[in-house]
């Protein structure tokens, strides 16, 4: 059984950055596409980011394009998310999320992902 736990989260600044951290173990991690998510208070979650199984291709949409980038590391099972530029909009619990897609794909859609983790929370404020 698939487990991920993520790491990170925090109050910031507008302005700031944070780096989250996703963890993942009972799973060969290296076929897995990793996707990033995010749900505010009264809003569906959206993705905000996804990577594939080899880390040669990546999405983004455009409220995150420029100011958030997704890595992985497939020798420590971990993917991060560098947000910068972090704004009050961003404020939201982030998720990460697995799915063994077919190879060179990954998506931004929750419905493709059946891991997830429990979610961390990101608070940009003054």
């Known amino acids: 059984q698939v487990q991920l736990v993520e790491f990170g989260g925090g109050l910031v600044q507008p302005g700031g950055s944070l780096r989250l951290s996703c963890a993942a173990s009972?799973?060969?991690?290296?076929?897995?596409?990793m996707g990033w998510f995010r749900q505010a208070p009264g809003k569906e979650r959206e993705g905000v980011s996804c990577?594939?199984?080899?880390?040669?291709?990546?999405n983004y949409p455009d409220s995150v394009k420029g100011r958030f980038t997704i890595s992985r590391d497939n020798a420590k099972n971990t993917v991060y998310l560098q947000m910068n530029s972090l704004q009050p909009g961003d404020t939201a619990v982030y998720y990460c999320?697995?799915?063994?897609?077919?190879?060179?794909?990954?998506?931004?859609?929750?419905?493709?992902?059946?891991?997830w983790g429990q979610g961390t929370q990101v608070t940009v404020s003054l």
């Open positions: 999320a697995a799915a063994p897609l077919p190879v060179g794909t990954c998506s931004n859609w929750d419905a493709d992902f059946g891991a």
């Open positions: 009972g799973t060969i991690f290296s076929i897995n596409a």
């Open positions: 990577i594939t199984s080899s880390g040669d291709s990546k």
